[in-house]
Structure formats: C-alpha cells, structure tokens
C-alpha cells in the first residue's frame, strides 16, 4: 500500500537516530519514495550519506536549501508529500513545534505542510514523564497532530522505562492507518486467525498448518481503515498487533467460547481460522507410550460458524473455504450450510495460495452466487479487497432495504 507514496522522515537529534535508518528501509522496501530531513543534531548521531545512500534522494540538513531554481526547498517538499514521519523525535523537536517556533529546516516542513505530521518520541524516561513534554504533546494533539506511544525497556543511558523509540513495525503500521481511507469507521468487526490445537495427550496435540498470516493481515488492514477489531486467535508464532484487541485461545471449544464471550456489539466476523474439525475422543493425562498398534477415536467439533450463522441476531458472516478441489461447489455449499454473507475460496494446493506464505489466490463469491476471482497477492492486500467487499455489499444491502 505504500507504493508510489512520497513520505518525508524528519530524524531529530538523538540517539535512536539510528533506527530511523531501519525505518528508510522498511519505507523504501515496500515502494514508498523518502525524502530525509535532519536536524544538525541528529546528523552528530548518523551521517547524512547513510540516508542518502538508502533513499536515492539528496537529504537535506540545511533551511536554505534550494530545489528546483524556482521552488523554495520546503514548500516545495511539504507540497509533494503523503505523509511526515518524525523519528526519532525528541522532546526538543516537540517542544519547538508545539511553540510555533520554526528555525530549522524539519520545525518549517511541519509548519508548511498540510500532510498528516506523526511523531515517534524517544529520550529519557524522565524527560517523557516531565509536565513540558506532556503538556506539548497534548497540544500537538489537540492540534490534530498524530503520535506513538514510546516503548518501554532499557533504554541508551542505562535506565529502564518508557522512552525507547517504538518498534518500527509498530510505526509502519501507523503510517499505513494514516495514508488509508477511514471507510471501516463505526464498524466491530471480529476476527479468527490461526490453528486450533487439540490436544492428544501432554505432548501431542491435532492441528493444521494455518500459519495466522491470513487473519493478521486481516485484522491489521482493518484497524487502519478505521475498524474497531478483536482478534481471536489460535496458536500463532510469528505476529505482533499494535492497537488490537488479541483473544488468545488454543483449542475450537475455547475458540468457540472467546467468539461468543467478544460478540456484543460486532458487526462482522471474519473465520480465517482453520479451525479442528475433530478432536480426540479422550485426552490422555499421561504421554502414550509406543507398545504395539495404537488408533485414535475422534469426536467432531463445534462448527462455529455454522453456529453464528443460526443466530437471530447473526452479524455480516464471512467464511473461508480451504479446498484441495471442486473448489467453487464446496465453497458454494458452505455458504448455505454455515447461512454466510459471503465466502472467501482458496485453493490451498496452489502454489502461493493458502497456508503459511505470504500470498493468497482467492475468490470471493456472495450469497447470490455472485463471484470475483482476484490473481496471487500478498495477503495484505488480499485483506484490503475482502474488506472493499464487504463494505460493498453492506452497502448494496443497504440500499435495498430490508427483505420483507
Ligand atoms: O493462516 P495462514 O497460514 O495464513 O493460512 C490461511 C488459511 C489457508 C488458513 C485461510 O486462508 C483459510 O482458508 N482459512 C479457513 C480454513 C478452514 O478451516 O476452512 P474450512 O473450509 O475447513 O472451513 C470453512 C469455514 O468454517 C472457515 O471459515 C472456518 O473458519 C469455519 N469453521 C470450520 C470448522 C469448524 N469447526 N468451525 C468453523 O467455524
């Protein structure tokens, strides 16, 4: 979603300078064009070759740089740009800013600009807690302008606290939520990621190979676009959420239960989960010892969407279907089995669909048999065209009025 962006990264002087090199990175690697602004101080910390190098634009420490013979440096920039990041920012910046002064180039950029402004803090745990700091950043805020919460943890000078420059994945998130549309505003949505795990004795358990990837994007895309989101998730290794709701769960009794617990006002609900369709009869207290033939009673679980789909009240219902074949007959039962608005079909033998990658081939089919078939994408964006649809047909819906 950042591709073709144009961001501008104001680094202040500080010592997690650094990072903001692994911010440029991860700006540049996803398609966005950087332009870096430093403060003197921080170019004492990084030089401005390292920025340069890594963004393929001159960098510019200086007010009276000049662009084009006719532009004026930042107005010109300010003028081009999607979105200003600042990070680090420390509680010098912030103070300048707050108190309309601008003499140097980033303080300018920030009063010239009319792009959404983010600030990423970072300094000493003392000098985040003191009254002058708060008070300018709830100016700042009041003044519509966007900030992370610092990290807490050991921070440069040895003491530990909040002060520490928030994870950079955590920052790209916020970007990303500022540069997308706020068209999920007013909506609970509810979303499964992720395996169930049943348990066969303490060390064994049943389980799929559903990685979380899918639901995570799901849940991330969505709370961008303006979402409130609960995720309800099964065991998954790999992901963070910032600004999420997380409902951690381990088998599809409790998956079921955390679904139901999270109902109250949800809007919609997402089943990315691959849920156990069984699970063993009996549960062994003791570790099965290896003496001779062994089988292995299986008892079915819940179907939980099935389930919702049976509510009076049943919320916008969005299945997936995990085929090996005849995947649009399956997918198309599902929707009237489980009683579902729409159904996202993946053919997980494909290669680049279905578990653990990174990508997904789907097709989206609602419950007037109408379908979209969407070619590989990254399951980022696979999220963000389930959501289109989503809003889509609510909105057809809407415009019908209600089915008498
Ligand atoms: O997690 P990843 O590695 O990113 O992989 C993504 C994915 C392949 C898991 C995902 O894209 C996907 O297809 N999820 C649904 C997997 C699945 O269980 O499909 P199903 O066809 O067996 O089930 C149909 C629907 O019923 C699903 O929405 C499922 O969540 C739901 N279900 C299934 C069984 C059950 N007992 N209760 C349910 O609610």
Redesign the pocket.
């Known amino acids: 979603m950042l591709q073709g962006k144009e961001i501008l990264l104001g680094v202040s002087g500080g010592i997690a300078a650094y990072k903001s090199v692994l911010l440029l990175r991860e700006l540049t690697k996803q398609g966005a064009n950087v332009n870096v602004i430093m403060t003197q101080s921080a170019t004492e910390f990084v030089g401005p070759l390292t920025f340069q190098t890594l963004s393929g634009n001159p960098v510019t420490t200086d007010i009276f740089t000049l662009f084009a013979s006719s532009e004026i440096g930042h107005v010109a920039l300010a003028s081009r740009a999607d979105l200003l990041v600042i990070a680090p920012a420390t509680a010098n910046i912030i103070g300048k800013i707050a108190n309309g002064i601008a003499d140097d180039f980033l303080s300018t950029m920030v009063m010239a600009t009319r792009v959404p402004v983010l600030f990423a803090p970072a300094m000493n745990t003392n000098m985040w807690a003191s009254l002058v700091v708060q008070k300018n950043i709830a100016n700042l805020k009041e003044m519509n302008y966007h900030f992370m919460e610092p990290a807490e943890g050991e921070l440069a000078c040895g003491v530990i606290g909040r002060g520490k420059l928030a994870d950079i994945d955590a920052i790209m998130d916020e970007i990303k939520a500022l540069l997308s549309p706020d068209d999920l505003k007013g909506e609970k949505i509810l979303i ?3 395996p169930t795990e049943e348990a066969i004795d303490p060390a064994r358990c049943l389980t799929n ?7 995570y994007n799901l849940a991330a895309v969505a709370r961008r676009r303006g979402a409130e989101v609960i995720l309800v998730a099964g065991p998954s290794a790999e992901f963070e959420t910032w600004g999420i709701e997380v409902v951690h769960c381990n088998t ?1 009794i409790e998956m079921a239960n955390a679904i139901d617990a999270n109902l109250e006002g949800v809007t919609s609900v997402i ?7 069984f699970r063993p009869a009996k549960q062994a207290s003791e570790k099965i010892k290896r003496d001779g033939n062994y089988s292995l009673e299986l008892e079915p ?6 389930g919702l789909g049976r509510r009076s009240d049943k919320p916008f219902l969005v ?5 090996t074949s005849k995947l649009l007959a ?1 997918a198309k039962d ?1 929707i009237k089995r ?1 009683n579902l608005d729409m159904i ?1 079909a ?1 053919d ?1 033998t494909a290669p680049g669909a ?3 990658v990174d990508t ?1 081939i789907i097709k989206i089919i609602d419950r007037d048999g109408q379908m979209t078939d969407f070619p590989l994408m990254s ?1 980022e964006k696979v999220a963000g065209v389930i959501l289109d649809h989503i809003i889509k047909l609510k909105n057809q819906r809407r415009l019908r009025g209600p089915v008498s």
């Not at 190979?209 to 639901?215: E, I």
């Not at 089943?271 to 369709?277: C, T």
């Open positions: 499964s990621a992720g190979r559903s990685s979380g990837k899918m639901g599809a089943m990315a989960a691959a849920v156990a369709d679980n819940p179907d939980i969407l099935a299945g997936f279907a995990a085929e399956h599902k489980k996202v993946n997980v279905g578990f653990v997904n399951k």
